[in-house]
C-alpha cells in the first residue's frame, strides 16, 4: 500500500470518528424536536373517553412513561442495534419502522438518484459552454432559461408539466390510438407486469414526468455554479500562464480549468446527492410516489415520533456520508489540497 494509499485510509478514519459526536447530537437534537412535536397519543385520547388503564397501557406500549433522557437512552440502543420501533398510533395496524423507511427511501432513490445524475451532467455541460462562450447567444439563452427555472417553485413546474402531459396523452390516444403513456401518478404497488416491453414502455412513462421536473430545478442550480466556477478558474494566474506557454485551448479548459473549477459543484452535488435519501417533498406529493417525502408527511400529520425519527437520522447519515465523499474527491481534483 502507497504512502498516498495511507494517507487516504487514515483520512476516512478520521472523518468517521469525527462523525460519531455528529450523530450523536443529531440524533439527542431529532429526538428532542419530535418529542416537543406533541403527544402522539392525542388524537387517540380525543376519539372518545378513554380509562386511566386505557392510557397507561398505549403509553407504556409506546414507551411514553418514561423520562426524557430514559426514553432517548433506549431507542438509542435499539437504534443501534437495528430495532428502530414500531409505530405508537393505537387502533391502527403495527408497522415496523425501519422496514417501512427501508422500503420509502429505495422508492425515493430510483426516483431521485437518475434525475440528479442527468440534472448534473447537462448542468456541468452548459456550464462550461457558457463560461467559454460568454455573452454569445447561447450563454444569454442558458442564462435566461436557468434564472426562469430557478424562480419557479416546484409544484409550478409540476402542475404544469401534468397539465401538457394530459394534453399529450389525449392526442396520443384520439388521434394515433395509442395509450395514455404518462402517468401522473406512481407506479401501482404491485408493480408493472407484462413482457420486458411492456415493462419498459410503462415504468418509463411513470419516471418521466417527475424527472422531468426534477432535471429542470436542479440543472439550474448546478448550471449556474459551474458558470461562475469556471469562468473564476479561467481568470486565474495558472491558467493564464498554460495559455501564454502556448497550450491548445481544449488542454487549457480541460486539464487546468476544468478539473479545479468542479470542486465547487462537488460540494452542492454532494449535498444534492445526499438530499435524495430524504425524498423529493413537492415531487412525490404532486406525483402521488409513496418514497420517503410522503412517509415525512405521514409521520409529521400523524404525530409517529419513531417513524420521524427514522427518516431524520437515515437523512443524517447519507448526508455525512456525501459529504466525505466530496472531501476525498476534491484531493482528486486538485493535487493542491491535501488530505
Known amino acids: 500500500m502507497g504512502e498516498g494509499s495511507r494517507v487516504v485510509i487514515k483520512y476516512i478514519v478520521r472523518r468517521l470518528l469525527v462523525s460519531i459526536p455528529v ?5 439527542f437534537l431529532c429526538f428532542a424536536l419530535t418529542t416537543a412535536m406533541g403527544d402522539p397519543l392525542g388524537e387517540w385520547k380525543l376519539q372518545r373517553p378513554r380509562t386511566p388503564a386505557e392510557i397507561a ?52 432513490i430510483r426516483l431521485l438518484l437518475g434525475a440528479e445524475i442527468i ?16 455573452y454569445s447567444m447561447f450563454d444569454y439563452v442558458a442564462t435566461g432559461v436557468a434564472f426562469t427555472l430557478f424562480s419557479m417553485p416546484m409544484f409550478c413546474i409540476a402542475v404544469m408539466v401534468k397539465y401538457v402531459s394530459i394534453d399529450f396523452n389525449d392526442v396520443m390516444q384520439d388521434r394515433f390510438g395509442l395509450g395514455r403513456w404518462l ?6 404497488n404491485g408493480g408493472f407486469h407484462g413482457s420486458i416491453t411492456d415493462q419498459v414502455y410503462q415504468y418509463t412513462g411513470a419516471y418521466l414526468l417527475p424527472t422531468i421536473c426534477l432535471v429542470a430545478l436542479q440543472f439550474a442550480g448546478y448550471s449556474r455554479f459551474q458558470r461562475a466556477s469556471m469562468l473564476e478558474t479561467m481568470n486565474t ?51 402521488a410516489w409513496q418514497g420517503m417525502g410522503a412517509l415525512l408527511v405521514d409521520a409529521v400529520s400523524k404525530k409517529e415520533p419513531y417513524m420521524l425519527l427514522g427518516f431524520l437520522m437515515v437523512t443524517a447519515v447519507a448526508t455525512i456520508v456525501f459529504n466525505l465523499i466530496a472531501d ?7 493535487p493542491r489540497i491535501r488530505l
Open 119 to 134: 440534472a448534473l451532467v447537462i448542468g456541468v455541460l452548459v456550464g462550461v459552454l457558457g463560461a467559454v462562450r460568454q
Open 183 to 188: 402517468r401522473t401518478a406512481g407506479p401501482p
Open 237 to 287: 494566474d495558472y491558467v493564464q500562464a498554460a495559455v501564454a506557454k502556448g497550450l491548445s485551448q481544449a488542454r487549457v479548459l480541460f486539464r487546468h480549468a476544468f478539473r479545479n473549477a468542479l470542486i465547487p459543484i462537488t460540494t452542492l452535488s454532494a449535498l444534492s446527492f445526499g438530499a435524495v435519501i430524504a425524498g423529493g417533498l413537492i415531487t412525490e406529493t404532486v406525483f
Open 328 to 334: 476525498i474527491a476534491y484531493a482528486f481534483l486538485d
Open 57 to 108: 397501557y398505549a403509553e407504556k406500549r409506546a414507551g411514553l412513561d418514561k423520562p426524557f433522557l430514559a426514553r432517548y437512552g433506549d431507542w438509542v440502543t435499539n437504534f443501534v442495534k437495528g430495532d428502530w420501533g414500531t409505530t405508537v398510533t393505537p387502533g391502527n395496524s403495527t408497522q415496523d419502522v425501519k422496514a417501512k423507511v427501508t422500503k420509502a427511501s429505495w422508492v425515493s
Open 23 to 27: 450523530l450523536i447530537a443529531a440524533s
